[in-house]
Antibody
């Protein structure tokens, strides 16, 4: 069965860095595009970043552009989110999620997220 | 506020029908992009509920249905049950903003 397990969350001071990981299993990771989505305490879902299956394309929300970097290691079936210059407003549960498989030019941009991990909490506080 | 507008809350008695709207614009839903829906039970991760406007995800009961028209989409729950009490989010694509979510709607079963 499809499993996505996030790790790497914790408490970090403003301005510092943190790297999140998402370990995938139960499917051919290298065939699927992947998202990071976050949810601040008591708030709604906010899209963070998207990476194509082959790591050739990446997309970011304006709120994290220039500070966060999404990457993947298909040999390790793992997705990453490098978060630099963290701010208090980055405090949230971070989820990784798989894009439903599709074929077609950049179709992954428009597809649903069919599997989600359980999330990892990042708290930015001094 | 979110690019996709949802009512903050809806409620209904067991057995009733409730609908959740998701209103966008000509740069997202109105441009023809599909709408997807997620259910988030208290304290858990979101789960895919509906995809491509009207297709139920695996295991989702047929009490749930989706539709799309113009710049809006809707999720309907008929025969409301206590287990349906959750937060519901719509999602689509925007030509400027990429992936977008609605602000979420809390469904309360009275």
């Amino acid at each position: 069965q499809v499993q996505l397990v996030e790790s790497g969350g914790g408490v970090v001071q403003p301005g510092r860095s943190l790297r999140l990981s998402c370990a995938a299993s139960g499917f051919t990771f290298s065939n699927f595009d992947m998202h990071w989505v976050r949810q601040a305490p008591g708030k709604g879902l906010e899209w963070v970043a998207l990476m194509s299956y082959d790591a050739k394309k990446e997309y970011y929300a304006d709120s994290v552009k220039g500070r966060f970097t999404i990457s993947r290691d298909n040999s390790r079936n793992t997705l990453y989110l490098q978060m630099n210059s963290l701010r208090a407003e980055d405090t949230a549960v971070y989820y990784c999620a798989r894009v439903r498989y599709c074929s077609g030019d950049s179709c992954y941009l428009r597809k649903d997220l069919d599997y989600w991990g359980q999330g990892t909490l990042v708290t930015v506080s001094s | 506020q979110s690019v996709l507008a949802q009512p903050p809350s809806v409620s209904g008695a067991p057995g009733q029908r409730v609908t959740i709207s998701c209103t966008g614009s000509n740069s997202n839903i109105g441009a023809g992009y599909d709408v997807h829906w997620y259910q988030q039970l208290p304290g858990t991760a979101p789960k895919l509920l509906m995809y491509d406007n009207r297709n139920r995800a695996s295991g989702v009961p047929d009490r749930f249905s989706g539709s799309k028209s113009g710049t809006s989409a809707s999720l309907a729950i008929t025969g409301l049950q206590a287990e349906d009490e959750a937060d519901y989010y719509c999602q689509s694509y925007d030509t400027s903003l990429n992936t977008i979510f609605g602000g979420g709607t809390k469904v309360t079963v009275l």
